[in-house]
């Protein structure tokens, strides 16, 4: 049974020239511990699917349940409750806030729920200690390479233990080694967790690393794990 079911699912914006569709038809079913890269060209609709996926927008027809929910049509406050319980974001520039420590940007998405705070300092704490970063918890992120910043982004993304992980090209800004060691990071942690990480990228060398590969052709995604 799929953790996330999306059917025929499309999105169109309005322009000068007339209609302009990104998503025309788009189909994928994932499950718990389900690892999917998506590449494809600039500009051809991936961060446009991760965005609507993670209800940071919304589509212009078709289906999207996770968890057996429908997310079409949810209030923005359920949408809000579901974007922090369920779903965690690492983008491409880790967004940490400056003028909070390490440990502090990794317990941000804690502050709504209603959780021990003993428990969730722990829980960072530990997270952290499998990235390499258990002596930089105090450190600022101005103090740390770009690689640790990613790292920290990664914890703060799996904190609150979602359901779907969505990752918006967590590699880019980074140097080729560093860009290896966050990527395996990704994908190990994930899995440890039984997470359904989602992930579009640019690089072949990341989308390598995962056992299935779509390719957004047309606005449609098509199975590449094997070519």
């Known amino acids: 049974m799929s953790n996330l079911s999306v059917q025929n699912l499309t999105k169109t ?11 025309n038809g788009v189909g994928l079913e994932m499950s718990k511990g389900d690892s999917v890269c998506v590449t494809g060209p600039s500009g051809c609709g991936k ?11 919304s589509p212009t027809s078709g289906s999207y349940e996770l968890l057996g929910e429908n997310m079409c049509g949810l209030s923005k406050d ?49 997270l952290l200690g499998k990235v390499g970063l258990h002596e930089r918890l105090n450190h600022r992120p101005g103090q740390l390479s770009g690689g640790e910043r990613q790292r920290v982004a990664v914890c ?5 233990a979602p359901a779907l992980l969505l990752a ?20 190990e942690l994930a899995s440890e967790q039984d997470t359904m990480l ?15 590969r ?10 590449v794990s094997n070519s």
């Open 168 to 187: 918006d090209e967590p590699t880019g800004s980074l140097d080729p080694s560093t860009a290896d060691g966050v990527g395996d990071l990704l994908l």
């Open 156 to 160: 703060r993304s799996l904190i609150n």
């Open 78 to 126: 359920r949408q809000a409750d579901i974007r922090n319980q369920e779903i965690g974001f690492i983008f491409q520039e880790h967004h940490l806030l400056p003028q909070c420590t390490v440990l502090e940007n990794v317990l941000i998405p804690t502050i709504p729920a209603s959780l021990d705070p003993q428990d969730k300092k722990e829980r960072a704490e530990k």
């Open 13 to 23: 914006f309005s322009s000068a020239t007339g209609h302009l569709e990104i998503l």
């Open 198 to 212: 989602l992930c579009v990228t640019h690089s072949i060398e990341l989308a390598n690393r995962f056992s299935r």
């Open 47 to 57: 961060s446009t699917l991760l965005y609507i996926l993670g209800l940071l927008d």
């Open 214 to 223: 779509l390719d957004l052709q047309n606005g449609t995604l098509v199975d």
